[in-house]
C-alpha cells in the first residue's frame, strides 16, 4: 500500500507541477472600466489549458445537424451499478434518513452553538485574562530549556478557525500549554456546514477520540450517496456525445476509498458545532481570547521563544507561535517580510460572521490591494454562497454534484436536516461589487443569479437554458443569507529561490504556519479544512518531539517539509480543476477529445481519492 501510495503521489506531482506553471499565472493586469454587471477590477483571464482548448474548439467547424438528437437515458442515472455495489457493501455507511426531528435537531444544535460563541462562553475574559500564563516573560537561558511533563512547551496559536482550533486541541492532548488568539471581537463562525472527509476525521481521531465521536455523532453522513460532476445545459453532439441539461457526465462515490484505508466516512457538520465540540472537548475554558489580532512578533533566539505584540500593544511570550490567521495572515506577513497591507480582515473562518452587505462590498474592494501585497493570486472566480433551508429533490440519492457550463458553475452539497450548501463560481474581474438594493430591485443578489442559471426562455446571457436544479437551490435562499466573496489562492508553495524556505517552507525559528495561511485553495475538493487538520495533527506530532526548546527550529521544519508535497499536490489540483470546470463543456464539441477526456476523468477519481484519504499524513 505505501508503494502503491508513493506512486500515485509521484504521478499527481508531476501532473501538478506541469498544471502550475500556467495556473498559477497571474491574471492579465488590464482593467476594464465597467461591464454589464456594473463591476470593475483585475480581469481574469482563461490560461493554460483551458485556453488550448478554447482555442481549438473555436477553430473546428460548427454543424448544426451534429447537435441535434436524444441524449442517452444513461446519462440520466443518479447511481450506476458500479455505485451501486459499493455503496451495497455490509461495511458502507447507512445515513440516518431525514425526519421531522432530525431536521429540527441539527438546526437547533447549530443554533444553539451559534448563540453559546456570541455569548462568550468557554472564552478567556476578566480576571482570568489579566492572569493569564503567557503574559509573563520568563528567564529562559541562551541555549533554551529542558521540556519537561511539569514544565511542558509553551504555545501561541493565532486564528480561531478550524485550523487554529485544531492546533490548540492537538497540542492540549500532548500535554502542552496553549493559547488561541483570535481577531474577531465576536467568536461567531463565518459560512455554512463543512464536510470532514474521512482524511480529516481520522486526524481528528488520533489527536481526541472523543472530539471524533462528537462530530461524526453531530454530522451528516454524505458518503452514502453519489457524487460526481453533471453538465448545466445541453451540450454536445453525435461525435462527441449528447448531453440535456442536468445530464451525468462523471459519477463517483467517496466511501470505496476510505474503505480500502480503513477510514470512516465523510460527514457534513455546521461549522458553529464544529467551533463549540474543539472548544468544549479539546482545550481548558480560558484557552480562547477573542479581540486579539497579532500585529508582530519577535524572535528572541538560542531556544527562548517568541514575544508576540497584538494589535492594542498587549505582549505575550511562549515557545512557540503557530501562524493558523488564514489566507491574510499577518504571521506569514511578518515571517516572509512581506510589505505592509499584506496582512488583513479575513471573512472566513472564526472572522467575519457579522459581515453585512456594505462590509462585504469594502472588503472586496480592500482584498485586491491586500493580494497584491500578499503574493496571492485572484483565482479568477467570484462566488455566491448560502445554505438553503430547503430539502433537494435530489437529496435521496446525490449528496454532492456541480453544474458546469461556459464561464461559471454550481455546487451543491447537503448540508444536513433538510438544507443546502450551494456555490455559484462566476468567472469575472476581483473586486466587483453588487448593487445596493432599491424599490425597483430589493434583491439584486437574487436578480442576477436568477439570470446567471436561467431554467426557462432564452436562457442566461449566453442563450443556455440551466437544468432547474441551480434555482431550486437559489429560490429558496433569501438575499440576506447570500454572501459573496472572491476567491484568491497562493502560488505553488516550491516556486521560491529562497535557501530558507525551501529548507523550511512554513517556519522559521519558533514560528511556523499552517492552514490558509500556508497553503490557500479553491474549494472544489472540498479539502481545504481538511489540510489545514491534517496540518494540525503532524505539527503538534513534530513538537511534541522536542525536549529542549533550542530544538524547536528543526522540528517545525521537520514539519513543514513533511506537508508540503502532499498540500502542493492537492492545491495544484484544485486550482487545475477550477481552470478546466468552466470549460468543461468545451469538451463536448470536440470529437474524440471529449469522450477520451471524460473516460480518464472518471477513471482517474478512484485514485485521486485515495491520495486524499491516506491514512497517514
Not at 503521489?9 to 454589464?36: C, D, G
Not at 487554529?164 to 471581537?185: C, I, R, T, W, Y
Request: proline share 6%; aromatic share 6%; hydrophobic share 40%.
Amino acid at each position: 500500500m505505501k508503494s502503491s501510495n508513493r506512486c500515485i503521489a509521484t504521478t499527481l506531482a508531476i501532473a501538478a507541477s506541469i498544471s502550475s506553471s500556467a495556473a498559477f499565472t497571474a491574471p492579465s493586469s488590464s482593467r476594464v472600466s465597467s461591464t454589464q454587471l456594473n463591476v470593475v477590477g483585475e480581469q481574469a483571464s482563461s490560461i493554460g489549458p483551458a485556453q488550448v482548448l478554447r482555442n481549438l474548439k473555436e477553430s473546428l467547424p460548427q454543424i448544426s445537424w451534429l447537435a441535434e438528437g436524444d441524449a442517452p437515458a444513461s446519462n440520466k442515472i443518479d447511481i450506476p451499478d458500479h455505485v451501486a455495489t459499493v455503496l451495497a457493501q455490509p461495511d458502507a455507511p447507512k445515513r440516518e434518513a431525514e425526519s421531522d426531528e432530525r431536521t429540527e435537531r441539527i438546526r437547533n444544535r447549530a443554533k444553539q452553538a451559534s448563540e453559546d460563541a456570541m455569548k462568550l462562553r468557554g472564552m478567556l475574559i476578566g480576571e482570568d485574562d489579566e492572569k493569564a500564563w503567557w503574559r509573563t516573560q520568563r528567564s529562559i537561558p541562551e541555549g533554551g530549556r529542558v521540556v519537561t511533563k511539569d514544565d511542558p512547551l509553551t504555545v501561541i496559536v493565532a486564528g480561531g478557525g478550524l485550523a487554529g482550533l485544531v492546533v490548540a486541541a492537538a497540542a492540549h492532548a500532548k500535554g502542552m500549554k496553549v493559547a488561541l488568539f483570535e481577531q474577531a471581537s465576536s467568536y461567531a463562525p463565518y459560512g455554512g456546514p463543512i464536510q470532514i472527509q474521512s482524511n480529516a476525521l481520522r486526524a481528528l481521531q488520533q489527536i481526541n477520540p472523543t472530539i471524533f465521536e462528537e462530530l461524526v455523532a453531530a454530522g451528516t453522513c454524505t458518503a452514502d450517496r453519489v457524487s460526481g460532476l453533471k453538465i448545466g445545459y445541453r451540450k454536445g453532439n453525435k461525435l462527441a456525445g449528447l448531453y440535456d441539461a442536468g445530464d451525468w457526465l462523471v459519477r463517483f462515490d467517496t466511501i470505496g476509498p476510505a474503505l480500502e484505508a480503513g477510514l470512516p466516512a465523510t460527514v457534513v457538520v455546521d461549522r458553529p458545532v464544529i467551533q463549540q465540540i474543539l472548544v468544549k472537548h479539546g482545550f481548558p475554558e480560558g484557552t480562547v481570547r477573542i479581540k486579539s489580532r497579532i500585529q508582530q512578533y519577535e524572535d528572541l533566539g538560542k531556544g527562548r521563544g517568541v514575544a508576540v505584540t497584538l494589535e492594542d500593544g498587549t505582549k505575550a511570550y511562549a515557545d512557540v507561535l503557530v501562524g493558523a490567521d488564514g489566507i491574510w495572515s499577518q504571521v506569514r506577513k511578518n515571517l516572509h517580510g512581506l510589505d505592509d497591507g499584506a496582512g488583513g480582515f479575513a471573512a472566513s473562518g472564526a472572522a467575519g460572521g457579522a459581515l453585512d452587505d456594505a462590509e462585504a462590498r469594502k472588503l472586496a474592494r480592500d482584498t485586491v490591494k491586500i493580494a497584491a501585497k500578499a503574493d496571492r493570486r485572484f483565482s479568477g472566480f467570484t462566488c455566491y454562497a448560502a445554505l438553503a433551508p430547503h430539502r433537494a429533490s435530489n437529496i435521496e440519492n446525490v449528496s454532492y454534484q456541480i453544474l458546469l457550463g461556459e464561464k461559471k458553475y454550481f455546487v451543491s452539497t447537503d448540508g444536513g436536516g433538510e438544507r443546502q450548501q450551494w456555490f455559484a463560481l462566476i468567472r469575472e474581474p476581483a473586486g466587483g461589487v453588487d448593487p445596493e438594493p432599491t424599490p425597483e430591485d430589493p434583491h439584486p443578489k437574487l436578480t442576477r443569479l436568477r439570470k446567471e442559471f436561467a431554467a426557462t426562455g432564452s436562457g442566461d446571457a449566453d442563450g443556455n437554458v440551466w437544468d432547474p436544479f441551480a434555482l431550486e437551490l437559489i429560490n429558496a435562499s433569501s438575499e440576506e443569507d447570500i454572501k459573496r466573496r472572491d476567491l484568491y489562492d497562493g502560488a505553488p508553495l516550491l516556486t521560491t529561490l529562497d535557501p530558507q524556505r525551501l529548507l523550511s517552507p512554513w517556519s522559521k525559528g519558533p514560528v511556523a504556519l499552517c492552514g490558509d495561511a500556508a497553503h490557500p485553495m479553491m474549494p472544489n475538493l472540498g479539502q481545504g479544512g481538511c489540510q489545514a487538520t491534517e496540518d494540525g495533527y503532524r505539527l503538534i506530532e513534530e513538537l511534541a518531539k522536542v525536549q529542549n526548546t533550542r530544538d524547536v527550529p528543526g522540528f517545525l521544519g521537520g514539519y513543514s517539509r513533511v506537508r508540503v508535497i502532499r498540500t502542493a499536490i492537492i492545491q495544484g489540483f484544485a486550482q487545475l480543476g477550477s481552470d478546466l470546470l468552466v470549460d468543461f463543456d468545451l469538451m463536448m464539441t470536440i470529437p474524440l477529445l471529449g469522450p477520451f477526456f471524460l473516460t480518464m476523468t472518471q477513471l482517474s477519481m478512484p485514485f485521486i481519492l485515495r491520495y486524499l484519504y491516506t491514512p497517514s499524513f
